[in-house]
Nanobody, 125 residues
Framework: VHLVESGGGLVQTGGSLKLTCVDSGSTFENYSMGWFRQAPGKGREYVGSITWVGDLTDIGGAVYGRATISRDNSKNTVYLQLNNLKPSDTAVYYC???????????????????WGQGTQVTVSS
């Protein structure tokens, strides 16, 4: 598993971004995927997750109602759509993979085995 995020950038308050995470490995469909973020001086925060088949998603409280997670296993890709962005959303966003084909959605970062390098999202006021 090798995860690479992209799609971050500078956006104004109220704007949208779609983050992409691509796995260059060959077993992507075996992994449940999560998105996390980390702002300067803060701990890693759960953003959301999606099951291995993509039929169930969970969105964390900080972005609830403003974020959507989806995946395309044929492209080894998971997406995070962020809408109505706020300055408090400024952070490095990471995708993570958990070797798990069940239906539980996990908010605990320690349960994910693989991580990307992150992509910076900056929201200006």
């Amino acid at each position: 598993v090798h995860l690479v995020e992209s799609g971050g950038g500078l956006v104004q308050t109220g704007g949208s971004l779609k983050l992409t995470c691509v796995d260059s490995g060959s077993t992507f469909e075996n992994y449940s995927m999560g998105w996390f973020r980390q702002a300067p001086g803060k701990g890693r925060e759960y953003v959301g997750s999606i099951t291995w088949v993509g039929d169930l998603t969970d969105i964390g409280g900080a972005v609830y109602g403003r974020a959507t997670i989806s995946r395309d296993n044929s492209k080894n890709t998971v997406y995070l759509q962020l809408n109505n962005l706020k300055p408090s959303d400024t952070a490095v966003y990471y995708c993570a993979a958990d070797y798990y084909r069940g239906t539980s959605l996990k908010a605990d970062a320690s349960l994910y085995e693989y991580w990307g390098q992150g992509t910076q999202v900056t929201v200006s006021s």
